[in-house]
């Protein structure tokens, strides 16, 4: 693909929408700017444009989203069959071991949220289709990571801002791949803390019928009530039965 196939404008566009997000859910243009890497001037373009086409409310300081953006996000979740064809399966199961349970799938370095049936809230962030997480200190991210070409998955773990959520998060790539290679030969991945303090999880990779990892199912429980220790006793087998019911279904 060529330079000049591409519409520059368009993917700066893009990079504003991306800085937003739960903990800057309004930005000033300096703010914007900063965020992206773009100078002052195109981040005020950007973002006035995205006030014109309802994208986005300005009060003359600071732009926020409004719900319009959501048609870009259910554009993708309404368009590909997987949040339709898991739900159910995740409702029956985070229903029968009464803990939260998600889908995921890998965008880059993080996960992206496509489905989830939630008990309890587990996580001081309100997990929903769409939610992002960094794939190296997550259980469904591991999982996802571990089913890529090591050298991609490196890359990957490299190209991330490593951020140590609590002092059990692993952030050198040594360790990380060890991790990986550990997921492969057990077929599943337990995070004990690392995101977030009190949370642990247990992810395994969705197969498609085409024998291709295509998404990653996990559950999550408060570490006081399950630790790290007993989540494979507790969930795996379930998860692994949830997974065989999918394969057939999923592309």
């Not at 719900?67 to 029968?96: K, N």
């Not at 889908?103 to 992002?132: C, E, F, H, K, T």
């Not at 140590?164 to 057990?186: C, F, I, N, Q, S």
């Amino acid at each position: 693909m060529r330079d000049t196939d591409l519409i520059g404008g368009f993917a700066k566009g893009l990079k504003i929408i991306e800085a937003f997000g739960e903990a800057q859910p309004r930005l000033s243009i300096a703010e914007a700017a900063k965020q992206t890497g773009l100078d002052r001037a195109t981040a005020r373009r950007c973002l006035l444009t995205l006030a014109h086409l309802g994208y986005a409310e300005y009060d003359g300081k600071y732009f926020s989203l409004t719900p319009r953006i959501l048609r870009l996000g259910y554009a993708y979740l309404s368009a590909t069959p997987l949040p339709h064809i898991v739900q159910p399966f995740l409702d029956r199961l985070s229903e029968e071991v009464g803990q939260s349970a998600s889908v995921s799938v890998l965008d880059g370095a993080d996960i992206v949220y496509v489905a989830r049936a939630s008990q309890r809230r587990v996580m001081s962030i309100n997990l929903m289709p769409g939610s992002r997480l960094p794939a190296y200190c997550a259980s469904m991210g591991r999982v996802l990571l571990a089913a890529l070409p090591e050298a991609e998955a490196r890359a990957l773990i490299e190209a991330s801002p490593r951020q140590a959520y609590t002092p059990r998060t692993k952030t050198e790539t040594a360790d990380l791949m060890m991790e990986l290679e550990r997921v492969r030969t057990e077929g599943h991945a337990v995070i004990d803390q690392e995101l977030e303090l009190g949370l642990c999880s247990i992810a395994l990779p969705l197969f498609g019928v085409k024998g291709r990892v295509v998404a990653a199912l996990n559950i999550g429980a408060p570490a006081a009530h399950v630790p790290a220790a007993e989540m494979a006793e507790r969930y795996l087998a379930k998860m692994q039965g949830v997974a065989a019911e999918l394969r057939p279904l999923l592309q």
